[in-house]
């Protein structure tokens, strides 16, 4: 079992930055893939930023440039830094882990993020 526990979520000023964090703990491997995903109210929960065991990383387009996705595999820990936050980044952020390589297996109860303009 693997469990995720994200923080760093609040309310921030568009054009301001937030960090958020994943601390992971159980069945942890540094050879899995983790990241975030958002879901906004009546919206699908979408791929924000994924960072494989080798820091490979990918972005949805949408923040590319703008946020910056790392982890600490000594602390089994997943940052997502946001920059230049928009009001349309509003939404709540939920970390993964994967355990299979082909998407999440694991989530974290999520963090709301909310971008006032």
């Known amino acids: 079992q693997v469990q995720l526990v994200e923080s760093g979520g609040g309310l921030v000023q568009a054009g301001g930055s937030l960090r958020l964090s994943c601390a992971a703990s159980?069945?942890?491997?540094?050879?899995?893939?983790m990241g975030w995903y958002r879901q906004a109210p009546g919206k699908q929960r979408e791929l924000v930023a994924a960072?494989?065991?080798?820091?490979?990383?990918n972005y949805a387009d949408s923040v590319k440039g703008r946020f910056t996705i790392s982890r600490d595999n000594a602390k089994n820990t997943v940052y997502l830094q946001m920059n230049s936050l928009k009001p349309e980044d509003t939404a709540v952020y939920y970390c993964?882990?994967?355990?299979?390589?082909?998407?999440?297996?694991?989530w974290g109860q999520g963090t709301q993020v909310t971008v006032s303009s």
């Open positions: 960072i494989t065991s080798g820091a490979s990383t």
């Open positions: 159980g069945s942890i491997s540094s050879d899995n893939a």
């Open positions: 993964y882990y994967e355990t299979r390589g082909w998407g999440p297996d694991y």
